[in-house]
T-cell receptor, first 117, second 114 residues
């Protein structure tokens, strides 16, 4: 069974500083995908970044980068130059190809990020 | 290009009643998954529909059922509502690619059971 662990229930960061949100995962499969989603108070899950297990380079998307350490089974999200609008819940998720070719993400419990001026 | 749309956005039901939630996937997507997100928790997988059939199911009772229509839209039905069913219900649509990294979520339906 897959498992995603986010050990930080809440994080605070000052505007314009960088912040790292931790995520570790547990799987015995070699092929899997790792995601980060942002969830503002409105409820929508907004896709941020994706890393495939065979990708050798760390994924980057604008101010977001994923620090992928395969041997340690960690996939930390780094947000550079934090903005007030980054305040939200952040979820780490993992997908593996299951029965019938379907991909079912398993989510962690989330980290609440608050960016203050 | 419309993303994933869900309706209704908010609703209140009484214990024992039944509820139907609706989801229209993103254009070009053929797979719909439903999630339940309780307050302070991550989303929990309910089931996934593909080609109008339930392809995979999470650890939810039979009170939770669904349907997918030929246009790929989907419904989630919950019977005999319990107070514990109060949650945000998220719909996600995707197209089965090799990498599986094309999963998009709607804004969710907030269900309160009183």
């Amino acid at each position: 069974a897959q498992k995603i662990t986010q050990t930080q229930p809440g994080m605070f960061v000052q505007e314009k500083e960088a912040v790292t949100l931790d995520c570790t995962y547990d799987t015995s499969d070699q092929s899997y995908g790792l995601f980060w989603y942002k969830q503002p108070s409105s409820g929508e899950m907004i896709f941020l970044i994706y890393q495939g297990s065979y990708d050798e380079q760390n994924a980057t998307e604008g101010r977001y980068s994923l620090n992928f350490q395969k041997a340690r089974k960690s996939a930390n999200l780094v947000i550079s130059a934090s903005q007030l609008g980054d305040s939200a819940m952040y979820f780490c998720a993992m997908t593996q190809r299951g029965a019938g070719g379907s991909y079912i993400p398993t989510f962690g419990r989330g980290t609440s990020l608050i960016v203050h001026p | 290009d419309a993303g994933v749309t869900q309706s209704p956005t908010h609703l209140i039901k009484t214990r024992g009643q039944q509820v139907t939630l609706r989801c229209s996937p993103k254009s070009g997507h053929d797979t719909v998954s439903w999630y339940q997100q309780a307050l302070g928790q991550g989303p929990q997988f309910i089931f996934q529909y593909y080609e109008e059939e339930e392809r995979q199911r999470g650890n939810f009772p039979d009170r939770f059922s669904g349907h997918q229509f030929p246009n790929y839209s989907s419904e989630l039905n919950v019977n005999a509502l319990l107070l514990g069913d109060s949650a945000l219900y998220l719909c996600a649509s995707s197209y089965q690619t090799i990498s599986g990294n094309t999963i998009y979520f709607g804004e969710g339906s907030w269900l309160t059971v009183v």
